[in-house]
């Protein structure tokens, strides 16, 4: 299976970054957003929740970045909370952190598959049934939202002046870069599960 080479890609990705021990102080998630990850266990959903993380991230630094679906979700969802607030370089290092806990839950998932949350059978939404197709649908929607940050978080780096930040940037765009890379040795989705 595919899975495989995607850890190794993500593994050695997050070992070659150079912020990868940097100590944290603050919470990179808020309460709301915290709750939000602890209540979606299938991985779809929780790599839906760290994306939507993300845009609130870049949506904070007045940077758009969101697609208009994702727009009206975190705008009128109550169930996000408030708005994540901090300094530009604390925002970028929550991207970059989020981006990292997104990796790590892909990768936990496909070192041990049979840890997956799936679906209740009565669930009536079209979703897949299977971690496989689980595990493609939250590698491909990471993928897509990688594209999107990407261009953006290159775009900032050229534009800054800061050393700091501009590592934190040069984190964040190797991510987006290692899991773009990754995506595209995932077997193709099923065209019912296709990501938006």
Known sequence: MKKTAFVLILFAASLASPLAAAAQVRDYLTMDEIELVRDRQEIDDRIEVLIGAVDRRFAALKIDTTPDRSKKRVATDDEWGKAPGGTRIELLHDIRLILQKAIDDLDSLAARPDSAILPHPDDKRKKPKTTDELFRIAVMSLASASERFKSV????????????????????VESCTQIIEASKRMPVLPTKYKTK
């Open 153 to 172: 978080l290159e775009k900032e780096y050229e534009k800054s002046a800061e050393r700091a930040e501009k590592a934190v940037i040069a984190t964040s």
